[in-house]
């Protein structure tokens, strides 16, 4: 089984919500949730450190929120006014190294498969 197992994306109208969670198998630390569009680079959404400090990214801030339950092994993304172009692919990352940006793809080791977000205007 893969480490990390996204869920909860879908279709949405704008202005909607949706949660994503990430079910873990096992325990990474340092985590973190992106997304990719098609033709565009895969960029960071937000952070959150095991004791729970985030980061996000600074054009998303207010509307989405990253939290985690350690008892449950699950991360979470809360999304709220979506917006057309939230429209993505959801990764979940896990095996933050502490050493580049935690909103930098290249600073995670473990990937989920994804979930599909789809906004519509």
């Known amino acids: 089984q893969a480490p990390l197992m996204e869920s909860g994306g879908g279709s949405v109208q704008a202005g909607g919500s949706l949660r994503l969670s990430c079910k873990v198998r096992g325990y990474f630390s340092g985590m973190g949730w992106f997304r990719q569009a098609p033709g565009k680079e895969r960029e960071g959404v937000a952070a959150i450190d095991e004791n729970g400090p985030t980061t996000y990214a600074d054009s998303l801030k207010g509307r989405f929120t990253i939290s985690r339950d350690n008892e449950k092994n699950t991360l979470y993304l809360q999304m709220n006014s979506l917006q057309s172009e939230d429209s993505a692919m959801y990764y979940c990352?896990?095996?933050?190294?502490?050493?580049?940006?935690?909103?930098?793809?290249?600073?995670?080791?473990?990937w989920g498969q994804g979930t599909q977000v789809t906004v519509s205007s």
């Open positions: 990352a896990g095996g933050y190294d502490y050493r580049g940006s935690a909103l930098e793809s290249s600073s995670y080791s473990y």
